[in-house]
């Protein structure tokens, strides 16, 4: 199995910027995909982004171009950098690990998950 833990939510001003960690420990960690996810009460999962094990990233037009994930492999760490941020942003951030060999976009195809961080943007 895998354990999650993030870290690095908080507040932030509007149009700031914002690094959330992302630890793994377990197993394996350098052949999953690592995504990342945000939640606001009341909607659904939303998808915000992913890397995969050739360090290939993607991210859903809806995210706007302001955000980046990166993973080093020695430290069993996902990182999710966000910046210009915006009130709509605001929710809970969980990273979540998967084993397909492909580019997963549903929180289905996701095994394991941390219990999240809150992220809060002022406007």
């Known amino acids: 199995q895998v354990h999650l833990v993030e870290s690095g939510g908080g507040l932030v001003q509007a149009g700031g910027s914002l690094r959330l960690s992302c630890l793994a420990s377990?197993?394996?960690?350098?052949?999953?995909?690592m995504g990342w996810f945000r939640q606001v009460p009341g909607k659904e999962r939303e998808f915000v982004g992913l890397?995969?094990?050739?360090?290939?990233?993607y991210f859903p037009r809806s995210m706007g171009g302001r955000f980046a994930i990166s993973r080093d492999n020695a430290k069993n760490t996902v990182y999710l950098e966000m910046s210009d941020l915006k009130a709509d942003d605001t929710g809970v951030y969980y990273c979540?690990?998967?084993?397909?060999?492909?580019?997963?976009?549903?929180?289905?195809?996701?095994?394991?998950w941390g219990q999240g961080t809150q992220v809060t943007v002022s406007s």
């Open positions: 979540a690990s998967s084993s397909s060999a492909s580019m997963p976009v549903k929180e289905h195809e996701y095994n394991f």
């Open positions: 377990g197993r394996t960690f350098s052949s999953d995909v």
């Open positions: 890397i995969n094990s050739d360090y290939a990233t």
